[in-house]
């Protein structure tokens, strides 16, 4: 007895039909897939052969801005919810380096700039997440939009993690080890924005993913982004190299080359990834030229793609000026 073909069937068929016939997907029909995913309404062998067959084609922007669309539309922010700032996405951990970058939205937040982050927690052995690294500064961790739009409100910063985001979403992503490769959704999790804010930051560790992040922003009409090759896969400037900052603004790319802020020939990994070290350097109580330098260039690429600075150099000197003018003793002690 022939059975009625399953209706998110066509989907893996439009990726799956061979060399010849296979191709993308429209943003529409991204759109129509992510939702029945989110909904619950596909079979975990449908899941799998989706995600495997979009990883070895390459998700496309289109691609990516119809997930981002299918999963905005179950992420409504609460009512009353703040305008936010800036959008901060945090999935890919740290291994060999303290997260400084967490200091530089901190730094944001205190100087009148709402600053959302959302992330992943501790989903690959061996690295550091952001909710780790909150917790050791004293800082809350978000269980809701609801509780991250309080704390916007009050503090100016918030985060919450994917499983408390979107649980479906946080399961997707849980499927790597099983999966044994990334998938799209390590891609369009970054971009969810669901505060609408209008300057969105994203760091990638693979450079061809700057494109897409980049262009998908472009079809969303995000108005301001930035995407670079940040340390570890995470939003964190090395400053000991060159930086390439592909944005979007007001519907326009742009390419920026930024030059090196310090000299380092060899990169030499932090093994003890001491977290304490965190607010030691907010506080001053250390020295450390490698996490100011960190903190201070991932600052100026945030202020530029924020729209408060001109240029790269405009950039620096903002975020070394706001950085040298914090208040050390605004942040906790760690836990």
Request: charged share 25%.
């Amino acid at each position: 007895m022939m059975r009625e073909p399953h209706p998110f069937a066509r989907f893996i068929a439009i990726l799956g039909r061979g060399k010849s016939l296979t191709r993308s997907l429209t943003v529409a029909e991204a759109e129509e897939a992510m939702a029945m995913i989110l909904a619950g309404d596909v079979l975990p062998e449908q899941l799998g052969a989706f995600l495997m067959l979009l990883r070895v084609k390459e998700e496309t922007p289109q691609e990516i801005a119809g997930f981002v669309r299918a999963a905005r539309a179950r992420l409504a922010p609460p009512a009353g919810a703040p305008r936010v700032d800036l959008d901060w996405s945090s999935y890919a951990g740290k291994s060999r380096r303290p997260p400084w970058f967490v200091l530089s939205a901190l730094a944001l937040a205190r100087n009148g700039r709402r600053v959302f982050m959302h992330g992943a927690e501790a989903h690959t052995e061996g690295r550091l997440y952001t909710g780790a690294a909150l917790r050791a500064l004293g800082l809350p961790v978000s269980a809701s939009l609801e509780e991250a739009a309080r704390r916007l409100y009050a503090d100016g910063f918030a985060y919450l993690p994917i499983d408390s985001l979107s649980p479906p979403i946080a399961a997707m992503l849980e499927l790597r080890p099983i999966l044994g490769l990334r998938s799209p959704v390590h891609t369009f999790a970054r971009m969810l924005n669901p505060f609408g804010a209008t300057a969105m930051l994203q760091g990638v560790f693979h450079p061809g993913y700057m494109r897409i992040h980049r262009d998908a922003g472009l079809v969303l009409g995000q108005p301001r982004l930035a995407v670079f090759r940040g340390e570890g896969g995470e939003i964190e400037r090395r400053p000991a190299k060159p930086c390439e900052v592909m944005m979007a603004i007001d519907g326009e790319a742009r390419d920026e080359r930024w030059p090196p802020t310090i000299a380092e020939p060899r990169q030499t990994p932090d093994d003890a990834m001491d977290l304490s070290r965190l607010a030691a350097l907010w506080r001053g109580e250390i020295a450390d030229a490698y996490g100011e330098a960190a903190v201070v260039g991932t600052l100026a690429i945030a202020l530029r793609t924020l729209g408060a600075a001109e240029n790269p150099v405009d950039a620096e000197a903002q975020a070394r000026a706001l950085w040298s003018a914090r208040e050390r003793d605004r942040l906790p002690a760690a836990a």
